[in-house]
DNA sequence: AATGAATGAGGGTTCATTCAT
DNA sequence: CATGAATGAACCCTCATTCAT
């Protein structure tokens, strides 16, 4: 107590041991959920591979859906981090090119964090329709940002005219479909041909016919 | 099968019953499972919506999963049937045609048999990381078709050069995509308007550049 | 199918069969709560001594508490059916007659059902502090009946003036007290006896009767 | 005891801070067990309501039980120290009044010690069956020292002539049930009305007083 | 003396499945 | 064929207790 500085070293190398544990835990957990599916998970395998007892885990979690829903959070975060906004004022580079990066970003999370992502990817390793929903509602926030993409594209000409409505989920399903795809084989694949890929394919799809290349 | 000796017919009757009955635990099943999810939903729920007794479940299939598998069959065979390999002999229809009306068909299909639609869009609902993939080799299996689609067209000079490996499940993703979408909603869309969409998204997509219509 | 009558025999079988299984429930499990309290008494134990599988137990009863609030009911209606309200009509037995019928009655049923007498004696063998007052308004309630006879004794002159509402509790204390006293030993009492020592001390008291009746 | 050896005044300090958190715990554990009975009761809330730290409390007591055991023990002690042996040598306070003042005080330990009375009231906030028989061991010396007073109150002809096995634990039942009955109250209850009315009804019993002293 | 993270035995409950009727 | 009472393995979670710091 003497001379206490800003911060009890103490005190925080506990800090730094607690948020460790936790992390233990997520860790086991993402990895527990994206083998099993949520509802074959058991906390005992959980525990299992966190190397840790029943109780330890019940003193960092409320329940088991607590660190799904903790997991699903955290994965947000890191792929919300991930996706820019499209800029296109003049100066700013060119759409396509902001979205290939979007896209090279998003990839690069996912393949970091394989277990996760295969949590992100199929709804259906879910809880409930409940949770099921939340992940949904994080799709649809980004489809919305890329239906005002498209929107924007539009006014500026640079964009068909379409239904935002059906290309924006359109786009998002192709991206996330074409992901799960390479995420199921385990070698890491050319990330600068699949981004081009898929580029080339959403670009096509939805820009003007007259103005190419 | 027609003659197959001379069907006595109370027997007759009788396997027509037993089909009957099979029918009406396969729709309560789906309903149940589309709206809980496999694990949530529960044999009770599945035979008071059936309206039969627990043993008579165990009658007609062995397992929860049993059901789960005949209801994944009978779907497998409900899509399959309405997808035709697109044919480039000279005297066929353009193949953005067929693929429109490929598209118009399946569509028609899930929007018959909503509950269904979710077990099959939402891979989520499903009771393991096996049942998962039997779903997604289903799913393989028509962007094999696809793809085997676009190599032809490649080859004709239909279709711009591209990896057809990853087109094809940015295809199937994006038509997915759309579809969940939809029939999130109640109210049934303009199917004809939907479809048209979609087509052109794709055919821009993977077209060459130079011929345009 | 065929003549079914009022009631079809099988399904009466079946019923009868249902309610015993219930009893037998009953039975175990108000010897395990009186024998180790509510918190102590395992479903492990209720089962073992029903001779039943875990789960048909929860055929039965929604859960633990759900017994034990079905053993108490049952106990009050059986305990209240042995309680008469004291008539005072001319014609009617002296007051302190119906009362000693009423304290025999009731002792009889105790001595009849001695695990349960101990619930109904311990309030501390109780779930919570709710339970607890569940058996405590019964209590109330005897209690009440008792005040309203005092009552009344005052206004026809056989009762000394007093504050029912002290003496009323004073009055089923003792009687509780001396019950539970005798259901420690096993030996079944003497009920003429005790019922009689139990008017007596509560008509006048310990005092000396040199001056009486 | 007296000059027990130079207590350092260091060590009589300690041993003064350690009889405080003693006391500190068995307030806070008497609280939490008159509030939740003693299996509901959890150490967690103990620990919170003393303001000490989950190890410390097994510092002072050696288990849950044990903190349970000292409240009764210095219960008992409180309750003991309070009741007196009725004197029949001539030239003491007629028996009556000696009763009466037994009531009073311990009447009045109870009333300021709220929390702990229901313990002492409430056989069912007990621990286990065990338990439950410590505090009826008391209950049953006390009986005894009343019987003994009866006993003798007959040998001098001024009680009448009953079976004191019987009486003395009715007198006790009255004696607490009224009690209980009053602490439920928050109100402070007229104690030399409650005291008057309960030797009143123990001397007198509720019959008419027209043939008296 | 004091702390609080860690422990794990044990609790109540669920539900797919079986089988005697 | 049909029934539904019975089964028991397996689940998630709690909480008194320990012990390294």
Redesign the pocket.
């Known amino acids: 107590m003497p001379g206490e500085r800003r911060t009890d070293p103490?005190e925080e190398r506990?800090a730094k041991?607690?948020g460790d544990?936790r992390d233990q835990i997520i860790a086991a957990a993402t990895e527990v959920f994206a083998e099993f599916g949520y509802?074959?998970?058991?906390?005992?395998e959980i525990i299992r591979r966190a190397?840790?007892?029943?109780?330890?885990?019940?003193?960092?979690f409320?329940?088991?859906?607590?660190v799904f829903d903790s997991i699903l959070s955290g994965a947000m975060v890191g792929l919300a981090s991930r996706i820019r906004v499209i800029e296109t004022a003049s100066g700013s580079e060119p759409p396509h090119q902001q979205a290939e990066q979007n896209i090279r970003r998003v990839l690069q999370y996912l393949y970091e964090n394989r277990p996760l992502s295969q949590l992100l990817l199929n709804p259906g390793l879910t809880p409930d329709t409940e949770s099921a929903q939340h992940l949904q509602a994080f799709y649809d926030r980004v489809a919305e940002m890329i239906r005002a993409s498209l929107d924007h594209g539009i006014n500026i000409g640079l964009v068909r005219a379409c239904d935002t409505e059906l290309v924006a989920p359109a786009l998002l399903g192709a991206i996330r479909s074409v992901t799960r795809q390479l995420l199921k084989d385990d070698a890491t694949p050319d990330l600068d041909r699949v981004v081009g890929e898929l580029v080339a394919f959403g670009w096509r799809g939805v820009m003007v016919p007259e103005v190419w290349d």
Chains 1, 2, 3, 4 share one sequence.
């Open positions: 103490q506990a041991r607690r544990r509802h074959l998970a058991s906390i005992s190397g840790i007892a029943r109780g330890t885990f019940y003193l960092y409320d329940s088991k859906h607590a």
